[in-house]
Nanobody, 122 residues
Framework: QVQLVESGGGLVQPGGSLRLSCAAS????????MGWYRQAPGKQRELVAT???????NYVEFVRGRFTISRDASNDTVYLQMNSLKPEDTAVYYC????????????????WGQGTQVTVSS
């Protein structure tokens, strides 16, 4: 079964930077978009950023200007460059991929990673 695997989390001081990476355990066909979500303790999972296969990006307002999402040339690996980190950015960050069937169905498939912990603390 396809799984997404995140890496790059850790402990960083406020104002510091981290770069998260996410790749599928095996190839996923027809990826439409990939993105990052996060879930802080006691809070619901929330969208952070997405990037479509064509390169268009979207960011939640709270991270715009600080975080940058990108994909490699194969479009099956996604990164999240996080700068100017704040304590409120502390959360488990989850990678997401949305894919369509190769036969052109309107059905969509969501894939999720297990998450990587990001802790911003002095």
């Amino acid at each position: 079964q396809v799984q997404l695997v995140e890496s790059g989390g850790g402990l960083v001081q406020p104002g510091g930077s981290l770069r998260l990476s996410c790749a599928a355990s095996r190839r996923i066909s027809n990826i439409l978009s990939m993105g990052w979500y996060r879930q802080a303790p006691g809070k619901q999972r929330e969208l952070v950023a997405t990037v479509a296969s064509g390169g268009a990006t979207n960011y939640v307002e709270f991270v715009r200007g600080r975080f940058t999402i990108s994909r490699d040339a194969s479009n099956d690996t996604v990164y999240l460059q996080m700068n100017s980190l704040k304590p409120e950015d502390t959360a488990v960050y989850y990678c997401n991929a949305v894919a369509s069937p190769p036969w052109g169905s309107s059905r969509r498939y969501d894939y999720w990673g297990q998450g990587t912990q990001v802790t911003v603390s002095s």
